[in-house]
């Protein structure tokens, strides 16, 4: 004889219990119309986790169905353009690393650019080629990043520490360079700030060789992975036609099959000179938006590989830059092709020292304007997945 | 899509709405139009095929705020992107919004209002963006300054000359 059957049920039920059983009953018994189902409110952020960054979004939600989203942006914002209208050209330099800092180098190089065109300064070969082993390493960083976040929002914790390991071995190359390992502040006005250490080359050329022999396990490791698969394929479709109309950029817009990449539509700097694909995908999903920057990624290593090969001697400052740059009065816009989508500049200088004004354009704040207004009818645990293949940079949205 | 503007280098191409594209240095294509064509001039670039919407800069003048749209073409075969340039005086900061001609345009003219406090006339939703709703002032005109600034403006060439003395 069990325990359980030993026990005896007492004769009579606690008065809270009998009560709710009554409320069951009562409702089982009412007309179906007559209950009372309701839109629910609810807010996520502004430190949830998987919000990378400080982001708050107040969904209406029917069911499991979002029915509308409020996002409430800001929380980060710094006002970056007000700090370089009261600074220097060089001393804003280092603020570019905090906008999007998982990709700090394209920043400052996009900075550096429209300086550099604003004040006729041209670049010695060397350093252009220097930004171009930086830059694209560092998209790199940044797309190993992404796969990684997005692989623990669907629950593989694997291919995140995996995938860190790469990522860490590259920072360990950026701060031969640059000194730092998140905000490097690489770029100067005119060149670079350091040149390449005895070896580094050899380094950088043996870890794209370790990176690319273990891309076929990193694939399967997460690509391949029938649950990542399945929260991924045919969700958060977006059209061509919709991805342009709501301002999308960069691998998240090539997802959608609109050819669209800065390198290639205006070529700058030295990438006439490369060989390289614009990978393109038709689905839009987040499968695919997933997939363009693993392809991506790839192309990359090719371009860091050709520029290995070519680079000359030389120096790596132009001459006669002086400290307190003085551009002529006029207006300049440069942009490059970030690893979150088109990245722009537009400068305004008066004559003076200090820039009259700043315009960053934000290729996340374009991306996350799109990612609200196409996630209404989403499930709510789609969201964050949906969120994840946008991968926004919150220093960038808010700067 | 219309692929019946060309645009070569030095060649002025007259745009649906009247208004002319010149190619200015360090810009590449710009239009400039006044505030009462904007609307206009938008309505001709979508229809010319320019469909993907970039940014709007405000510029501080001291009696007026320049207006600069960047909208880029990813239809047509030589794909680039245009500025159009539009001045509104500071008195009066009222412009037409462009949201519904290029939906994408939306948080860019809250972030124009909430900085620059431009009034975007037809605006869905215009409210602050990056500031608390309740802030005083826009952040980005050049005689905003309130105590949480911590660094001060200062002038370089000042700084400089007082040195040398």
């Known amino acids: 004889m069990s325990k359980l059957e030993e026990q005896k049920l007492p004769d009579k039920l606690p008065d809270s219990l009998l009560e709710r059983e009554f409320e069951i009953e009562e409702l089982k018994s009412r007309p179906e119309d007559t209950i009372v189902s309701q839109e629910l409110t609810i807010n996520i952020g502004p430190h949830h986790p998987s919000t990378h960054g400080v982001f708050r979004a107040i969904m209406d939600m029917d069911g499991e169905i979002i029915t509308r989203i409020e996002p409430v942006i800001g929380h980060l ?6 700090i370089a209208e009261n600074r220097s050209y060089a001393q804003f330099m280092p603020f570019t690393d905090r906008m999007d800092y998982t990709s700090a180098m394209l920043n400052g190089w996009a900075y550096a650019m429209a300086v550099e065109k604003l ?37 593989a914790v694997t291919p995140f520490f995996w995938w860190f390991e790469e990522r860490d071995k590259l920072l360990d190359l950026f701060e031969e360079i640059a000194g730092a390992r998140m905000t490097f502040n690489y770029a100067r006005i005119g060149g670079v700030s350091g040149d390449a250490p ?21 694939y399967k490791l997460l690509f391949g ?28 817009l090539r997802a959608s099959g609109v050819n669209y990449d800065v390198r290639k539509a205006d070529p700058y700097s030295i990438y006439p000179r490369f060989d390289f694909e614009v990978p393109i995908s038709y689905k839009g999903d987040n499968y695919d938006r997933m997939y363009m920057r693993f392809l991506e990624l790839q192309q990359s290593l090719r371009i860091v590989e050709q520029a290995l090969d070519q680079i000359p001697d030389g120096p790596i400052m132009a001459e006669g830059v002086p ?47 799109a990612f609200t207004s196409m996630v209404v009818n989403n499930y709510f645990a789609d969201v964050i997945m949906i969120f994840g293949t946008f991968d926004p940079c919150f220093g960038e949205v808010d700067r | 899509m219309s692929d019946d503007i060309n645009l070569d280098e030095g060649q002025n191409e007259e745009m649906p709405g009247g208004v002319k594209i010149i190619r200015e240095e360090g810009l590449g294509y710009t ?41 880029f073409s990813t239809k047509r075969q030589n794909r680039f992107g245009i500025f159009m340039k539009t001045e509104v005086p500071k ?27 431009m009034e975007f006339k037809g605006h869905p939703n215009l409210r602050r963006i990056f500031m608390p709703d309740d802030w005083v002032g826009h952040p980005l005109r050049k005689d905003y300054s309130d105590d949480r600034m911590i660094v001060g403006p200062f002038n370089l060439v000042a700084d400089s000359s007082k040195k040398e003395s």
């Open chain 1, 77 to 82: 914002h710094r006002c970056f353009e007000k």
């Open chain 1, 119 to 155: 004040a006729g300064i041209q670049v010695p070969e060397r350093a252009e080629y220097l930004r171009v082993i930086a830059g694209e390493l560092n998209r790199a960083i940044s797309h190993l990043m992404t796969y990684t976040f997005s692989g623990l929002e669907a629950g």
């Open chain 1, 198 to 218: 005895d070896g580094w080359f050899d380094r950088v050329r043996d870890f794209i060789k370790t990176l690319r022999s273990n891309l076929d396990e990193y």
């Open chain 1, 225 to 252: 992975n029938y649950i990542f698969k399945k929260r991924m394929k045919g969700i958060g479709v977006i059209s061509a036609e919709e991805a342009i109309r709501l301002g999308i950029t960069g691998p998240c």
């Open chain 1, 323 to 369: 400290r307190l740059v003085c551009p002529p009065p006029g207006e300049v816009y440069a942009h490059v092709e970030s690893s979150r989508g088109a990245l722009g500049y537009y400068i305004v200088s008066d004559g003076s020292p200090k820039p009259y004004r700043v315009k960053i354009q934000a290729p996340s704040f374009g991306n996350l304007q």
């Open chain 2, 31 to 71: 239009l400039t139009v006044k505030r009462e064509d904007l609307l206009k001039a938008a309505a001709g670039l979508k229809e010319a095929g320019f469909d993907l919407f970039k940014f709007i800069s405000g510029v501080d003048y001291p009696d007026r705020i320049k207006l600069v749209y960047r909208v």
């Open chain 2, 91 to 117: 008195s009066d900061p009222i412009i037409d919004s462009l949201v519904h001609i290029w939906p994408a345009a939306n948080w860019h003219e809250r972030e124009t209002y909430d900085l620059y406090g």
